[in-house]
């Protein structure tokens, strides 16, 4: 069982910045890949970034895509999610997931078995 829980959420204004963090707790990240995924009230949830488990490889939402970087310390048990140059169409709570088969696409939300609970997001204009 893999507890997460984010932090680094909050409000700003367009053009600014966040980073995000998910700290586990109960095992070790490096048997997951880790995942960001979003969701607006009404929405569906939606793919961020991932990162696998060494972090070799790294795939971004095209929404997003040259505005963040995601990164990871499995020595830490940490993930974070450098988010720059916001826009108010990015206010959303965020959520990271742990992925440990890779038996389905990673922005496949149905993949991932572990969820934090997630940090709100808002950007004003």
């Known amino acids: 069982q893999v507890q997460l829980v984010e932090s680094g959420g909050g409000l700003v204004q367009a053009g600014g910045s966040l980073r995000l963090s998910c700290a586990a707790s109960g095992h070790t990240i490096d048997s997951y890949s880790m995942g960001w995924f979003r969701q607006v009230p009404g929405k569906e949830r939606e793919f961020v970034a991932v990162?696998?488990?060494?972090?070799?490889?790294?795939y971004y939402a095209d929404s997003m895509k040259g505005r963040i970087t995601i990164s990871r310390d499995n020595a830490k048990n940490t993930v974070n999610l450098q988010m720059d140059s916001l826009k108010p169409e990015d206010t959303a709570v965020y959520y990271c997931?742990?992925?440990?088969?890779?038996?389905?696409?990673?922005?496949?939300?149905?993949?991932?078995?572990?969820w934090g609970q997630g940090t709100q997001v808002t950007v004003s204009s």
């Open positions: 990162i696998s488990r060494s972090g070799s490889s790294i």
């Open positions: 997931a742990a992925r440990g088969s890779t038996g389905s696409p990673y922005y496949d939300i149905d993949g991932y078995d572990y």
